[in-house]
């Protein structure tokens, strides 16, 4: 796991496990090399929302439904009196590269760490257990849901199918 990430979750006093394993490219592989259920896996999306960024995270089994997060994303906006977002798309991995510092594809769950808010679909949220992406492709962290939720403000909301 990367250092800085090590100390973020550190400085959060957050509960996790390092689960090493060999190297994966995707959360589907995780989940074969591990033996672990696919629906505990998270995988993370980076999307662009207008003109804002913004971390997703859904189990992988499921796939991103783009306009129940478009409203999902639209209700948290109103919240915060910001106008709604018109289009969202899913980037591709040479922005990922460019907007986080790291590798492509090995984007963690913490949008925080990177200066992003975090939107969790709900079902992801519903498991005992959940297996996220440290950053790398040869660990992954294991932690409660709760953990989760804790240590990293979530922005819960249904946009998976």
């Not at 971390?55 to 999902?72: G, P």
């Not at 992406?133 to 953990?147: C, D, K, V, Y």
């Amino acid at each position: 796991m990367q250092k800085k990430l090590e100390n973020f979750l550190k400085d959060k006093k957050a509960k996790y496990k390092i689960i090493e394993h060999r190297k994966v490219y995707t959360a589907w592989d995780s989940a074969a090399t591990q033996h672990i259920n696919i629906k505990t896996v998270a995988k993370t999306l980076l999307v662009k929302a207008d003109n804002d960024y913004y971390f997703v995270v859904l189990s992988a089994n499921k796939k991103l439904d783009i306009n129940k997060l478009k409203k999902v994303i639209n209700k948290e906006r109103k919240k915060e009196d910001l106008k709604a977002i018109k289009k969202i798309s899913l980037c591709s991995e040479t922005v990922v590269k460019k907007k986080i510092v790291g590798k492509e594809g090995a984007l963690s769950v913490f949008g925080s760490f990177y200066g992003y808010k975090t939107f969790v679909d709900s079902l992801l949220m519903k498991q005992k257990k959940i297996n996220l992406n440290a950053g790398s492709f040869i660990e992954s962290l294991e932690m409660t849901p709760a953990q989760y939720k804790k240590i990293e403000k979530l922005i819960i909301g249904s946009f998976s199918k």
